[in-house]
């Protein structure tokens, strides 16, 4: 016997360390360390699947009715193989809808129906009931045979010697337990439902019950016996009778029943409240359900090898009496002498209690309070007030309640049934929520009326076929119910339900409850059609590793990441240089291959090290988000988003709602609406979030020196909403603007500026803060926020989000000036465009025919315009003249003027006889104009007479032209004397002549071609020019100009050239 | 090529699980379920506690397997998935 003050205060101490683990484990998340992100502690908290029932009820079942109670643990291990492909899918639909329990998950599949959420609510609370009566059972027992181990009967009420103090210990327990699960539970509302102090405290509880249970059973094999041999070989001995508890398939232990249990158990693993808590909205991340896949299992095998012998052993000592063999595993040590060890024994069931009674209360809280509570409030609710404070407290209270309902259960019904048998009560209870979720994964058909019809049948059958008979079981209600059935008809017996006889109770009752509920879910679901909210939700649940409208994306997003990719998310928030010693510090000496890629098992490490690396400057939660959503936004316009994202400085601590702001907001302005829908929608997503009476952007006008309203939301006021603001630092508008800092005012009854008082004091304002919007550190206007409902809402962290959200409005600004600009340009383009149609339309379109000669020629502009110039003029007499003309420049201008040239040439063309003539003409003519624009054009003129075959030539400072000679076998150049066109206003040009014989070639070029540069900063020049010629002037004038083009862009090595390329050759041949 | 070899994953898990459902139940488990002791200790006891690490075991491999062939985990997931819910649409 130990006594009772030892008893508490060991259990007190143990309580101080659960405590100090969890509350170190919340602290640690605040900083940005998360203690229980790894695979270890997640497959640990998995453990809170073992509870006293594990713990003191599988040996109590062993020693009863045999080795049934290994279907409870072999069904989880079976089902741990599915969880790659099933548990993950429910965790990814989980953290994309944020989901916050097992009913929210079914009732968000079925189009969020709130009906099927209530449902699911009540009928989970009732079937968990029992559940935490087991506990609290457990818990008040072990602690009467701890303390006093002779007492055969139940102990209600404990003395504390020194203080003379009366106390229930379940009660006590179920106190403190709900203390915990408040504490640690529900310290503030959290969106996400997620309690790393609490698992962490789960964690260390599943270490402590594992040793202490694996401790005792060393004690009991080798201990109290030589091993398990030995007791195996004396139990045989000494009952042989009792041999079916080492065997299935006699007595009790029938096959069916087996087959029930492990399906039961394997149901019960994934869908108690509980379990999906821990399993599902407590996961870290999907990567830890790969490794908890065998480590939970085997710590289900560690835990249960030592049940046997303890059992067995219990009843060799106990001579066969098993009627405390629920607890042989704490008496057995107070017996031999080894009070620490049940001492130990006691602090592993209590753990093993404890940490299902806090995960189930939170777990079932949370689910009260959004689906039952909340629905409730906000029906009777006006809207006005705050309700955070309200919802903290009920949940809370709900806390205590699901605690105490599982005490009333205890103390009214717990006395009569063995641990095992309230617990499968629970178990069965649970299995009912496996065809609505299940179904929901998997099945597009499944409708809302199927699911709730089926759970509402399912958990009917459930209190028939079980809940009565354990009614009845414990007294509570007359047995005539099980004997005769309802209103004395057998066929309503609710354990031979329509005759249905030869089960066990556990069999009939799946086997009901499963028909009923599985049946209609069906037969209903295959009746009627989603409604529309449920068709939208079909795809997040059953496509939720392939949505729809990113089909078309799938193949870039499943395209590796590269270490760059990784690098610039990085560089958005710690920016370029740092992100970069990060990873040369982390790549170290790692293989890359050519393209930067990285092997499959690195891209993993360095996601998890970009994580880390962002968690340090954002926060763990936060970074996990972040480099989530960006591997599977890449290559869609997400990563704009994400440019955004990184844009604004987010703090490290902000929460999840923070962060969905900032990320709603990016989206708004990666939308790529019109920059006034974006602020307007910008202003919604904030005064929604956080209800503001008025919220207002003003952007400053930059010609009247004011701050004018852009945007605003909420009430309407000339004082605020409507009206501009100097830029004085009268007010607070104003200061804000000029020192490019925020204002904050938590309270309008202390106001510094008199003018500003004056509105706020009118308007009834009680708080306000202004943001500076900049662009790049320059101020380009205000983001304000006013608030008539409470003072002192302006915290540091709301002040910091508030000035991140004005810098994502400085972000929008500056995109849709970015954008504008790009708009205008395009517009530009597109003129241009026009231009070069004009222009190549003004150029010849075909060579005329003219005996004699061959033609060919070409124009290439530099740019969309230029100003070159070729054309032929086929004279009726039969003369040829050929021009070749460059205005200086490639703009729009030069383009013009080389339109104009060719309209006075053309307009001029019968009555103007020779170059020269022409040169002179067009040099007077435009004179006035090209000095005006100091613009200047080069021209050469050629007239060739195909009877006598004499050309007469002209050039206004234009390259000379060349000629092949095919009788001497050389080039000339002609280059009669001539200014350029534009510079003496009366210039006397030469014009010369001379006769050409067959085989001879023209070659008329602009500067473009003999100044095209190298790399090495070599013009192309005329030799070269003379050389293709010399080489090639026996080709066709077109392949001719060909060659020589080709051979131009050889030289420089670009395809486009710098300046305007132009050609004419011409060839005389035999007439 | 990578597809092909992920394919089989799913494949391998339904045939795994398939199996361990037959191991444990009538008729297979009759086969161990008899009244004799082996090195002292009966055989369905003895085949439950070998043939459980033996299952978590291949759980194990499973999850190397895991690792092995699939660095970005969203991959076998959408592949997985592709085909699961064609069969159940």
Not at chain 1, 155 to 170: G, Q, T
Not at chain 1, 432 to 457: D, N, S
Not at chain 1, 555 to 572: C, N, Q, Y
Request: aromatic share 12%.
């Amino acid at each position: 016997m130990i006594s009772v003050t030892t008893v508490i205060l060991t259990s007190v101490l143990y309580f101080g360390i659960l405590f100090g683990v969890a509350y170190y484990a919340d602290r640690q998340r605040e900083r940005g360390h998360s203690l229980v992100d790894n695979p270890s502690v997640y497959s640990l908290s998995l453990a809170v699947y073992c509870t006293s029932w594990t713990f003191y009820g599988s040996v109590g079942r062993a020693a009863t009715n045999g080795i049934d109670f290994l279907a409870i643990y072999l069904g989880p291990t079976l089902i741990a193989f599915s969880w790659w492909f099933l548990l993950r899918k429910m965790v990814r639909i989980s953290k994309e809808q944020n989901i916050t329990s097992i009913a929210d998950f079914i009732s968000s599949r079925y189009g969020k129906s709130p009906l099927l959420g209530a449902v699911v609510t009540v009928f989970a609370v009732i079937g968990i009931m029992p559940y935490i009566a087991l506990q609290l059972k457990a818990v008040s027992r072990t602690f009467d045979l701890l303390v006093s181990p002779l007492a055969t009967v139940n102990i209600r009420m404990h003395v504390l010697p020194k203080f003379d103090l009366h106390f229930d210990s379940a009660l006590v327990v179920a106190l403190i337990l709900g203390i915990f699960g408040i504490i640690f539970g529900a310290r503030h509302l959290d969106a996400s439902e997620r309690h790393e102090g609490l698992v962490a405290a789960i964690a260390l509880e599943s270490v402590v019950k594992i040793i202490a249970f694996v401790a005792a059973g060393i004690f009991v094999t080798y201990g109290l016996f030589d091993g398990f041999t030995e007791i195996f070989h004396d139990f045989l001995i000494r009952f042989p009778e009792r041999r079916h508890l080492l065997m299935l398939g006699s007595g009790e232990n029938t096959y069916a029943h087996w087959l029930s249990m492990t399906f039961i158990s394997m149901m019960a693993i994934m869908f108690l409240p509980r379990q999906f808590h821990i399993m599902v909205i407590e996961n870290c991340r999907e990567d830890h359900i790969r490794s908890a896949m065998w480590r939970f299992p085997a710590y289900m095998v560690v835990i249960n090898l030592f049940v046997i012998p303890i059992a067995l052993g219990g009843l060799l000592l106990a001579n066969g009496d098993s009627y405390n063999a629920d607890f042989f595993v704490i008496t057995l040590p107070l017996q031999y002498g080894q009070p620490w060890l049940a001492l130990l024994v006691f602090l592993g069931g209590f753990s093993a209690s404890a940490g299902m009674v806090m995960v189930s209360s939170v777990a079932l809280s949370t689910m009260i309070l959004n689906h039952l509570l909340i629905p409730i409030i906000l029906k009777f609710h006006t809207g006005a007030n705050e309700l955070s404070g309200l919802l903290l407290n009920l949940k809370r209270l709900c806390i205590l309640a699901v605690i105490f309902l599982g005490y009333v259960y205890y103390r009214l019904l717990g006395e009569s049934a063995a641990l095992v048998n309230i617990g499968l009560i629970s178990f069965v209870a649970a299995t009912q929520f496996a065809p609505a979720v299940i179904g929901g994964l998997y099945w597009r058909q499944a409708t809302r009326r199927g699911a709730t019809v089926g759970l509402v049948l399912g958990f009917f059958m459930w209190f028939y076929t079980l809940l009565i008979p354990s009614f009845v079981q414990s007294g509570w209600i007359s047995p005539g119910i099980v004997q005769e059935g309802l209103w004395g008809l057998a066929l309503l017996k609710p354990t031979q339900l329509f005759g249905l006889s030869g089960f066990d109770v556990w069999t009939h009752a799946l086997f009901w409850t499963m028909f009923v509920n599985l049946g209609s879910y069906l037969a209903i679901s295959l009746l009627t059609s989603p409604s529309k909210e449920e068709r939208e939700q079909i795809g997040k649940f059953v496509d939720v590793f392939n949505p729809a409208p990113l089909k078309a994306e799938r193949t870039r997003i499943s395209k590796a990441p590269t270490i760059m990719e990784f690098v610039d998310l990085m560089a958005k928030f710690i920016g370029i240089k740092q992100a970069h010693t990060a990873i040369s510090e982390y790549m170290g000496n790692r293989e890359i291959d050519e393209k930067g890629g990285l092997s499959e098992n690195d891209i993993l490490k360095l996601k998890r090290f970009t994580e880390l690396t962002l968690a340090g400057s954002v926060g763990a939660a936060p970074a996990r988000i972040i480099v989530d959503k960006y591997l599977s936004a890449r290559g869609s316009h997400m990563e704009d988003v994400f440019d955004l994202f990184g844009s604004v400085n987010i703090s490290r601590t902000a929460s999840r709602e923070q962060l969905s702001v900032l990320y709603d907001a990016a989206r708004t302005i990666a939308s790529g609406n019109d920059l006034q829908s974006i602020l307007d929608a910008l202003l919604e997503v904030f005064t929604d979030q956080f209800k503001f009476d008025l919220c207002v952007i003003r952007i400053l006008d930059e010609d009247r020196q004011t701050l004018t309203v852009r945007s605003q939301r909420g009430m309407s006021s000339e004082h605020f909403g409507e009206s501009e603001r100097d830029l004085t630092s009268e007010t607070f508008i104003g200061e804000t603007f000029l020192t490019n800092s925020v204002s904050v005012v938590n309270d309008s009854d202390v106001i510094s500026k008199p003018t500003t008082a004056q509105i706020i004091h009118r308007e009834k304002i009680l708080s306000f803060a202004h943001a500076p919007i900049s662009i790049e550190g320059q101020p380009i206007g205000v983001l304000s926020a006013f608030s008539r409902t409470a003072k002192g809402i302006f915290t540091k962290e709301f002040v910091e989000l508030f000035t991140s959200l004005a810098g994502m409005v400085g972000v929008a600004w500056r995109n849709a000036q970015q954008t504008e600009h790009l708009i205008r340009a395009r517009e530009q383009q597109r003129e241009l465009a026009i231009a070069k149609d004009i222009q190549l339309s003004l150029l010849p379109t075909s060579t005329p025919e003219v005996p004699g000669v061959a033609l060919g020629g070409i124009c290439i502009p530099a740019q969309e315009v230029g100003g070159d110039y070729y054309d032929y003029l086929h004279h009726e007499d039969g003369r040829l003249d050929l021009v070749i003309a460059d205005v200086s420049g490639h703009n729009v201008g030069a383009a013009l003027l080389m339109a104009e040239t060719r309209t006075l040439i053309r307009s001029r063309k019968g009555h103007l006889n020779n170059p020269q003539e022409i040169i002179r003409e067009l040099n007077q003519f435009f004179y006035e104009d090209l000095t005006r624009a100091e613009l200047f054009i080069t021209l050469f003129y050629l007239q060739f007479c195909p009877e006598t075959r004499q050309i007469t030539f002209a050039s206004a400072g234009h390259s000379p032209t060349l000629l092949w000679q095919s009788k001497l076998k050389k080039c000339i150049r002609l280059d009669p004397e001539g200014l350029i066109i534009g510079v003496k206003e009366d210039f006397p040009y030469e014009q010369e002549s001379l006769k050409l014989v067959d085989g001879d070639v023209l070659l008329l070029y602009t500067d473009g071609v003999i100044e095209a540069e190298n790399d090495m900063n070599e013009l192309f020049g005329e030799d070269r020019l003379v050389l293709l010629l010399e080489e090639h002037n026996k080709l066709p004038p077109q392949d001719m100009i060909d060659h020589i083009i080709e051979q131009v862009r050889l030289f420089s090595g670009h395809r486009s050239f710098k300046d305007d390329v132009s050609l004419i050759v011409m060839q005389v041949k035999q007439p | 090529m990578k597809t092909e070899r992920k394919l089989p994953l799913k494949d391998a898990w339904v045939i795994w699980f398939i199996l361990g459902v037959v191991m444990i139940n009538y008729p297979f488990l009759h086969i161990f379920n008899k009244d004799i002791l082996v090195f002292g200790i009966p055989l369905t006891i003895l085949y439950f506690y070998i043939g459980w690490p033996v299952s978590i075991f291949v759980i194990y491999l499973f999850s190397i397997y895991l690792v092995r062939h699939s660095p970005e985990h969203d991959a076998p997931g959408n592949d997985q998935d592709n085909n699961s819910h064609g069969g159940a649409a």
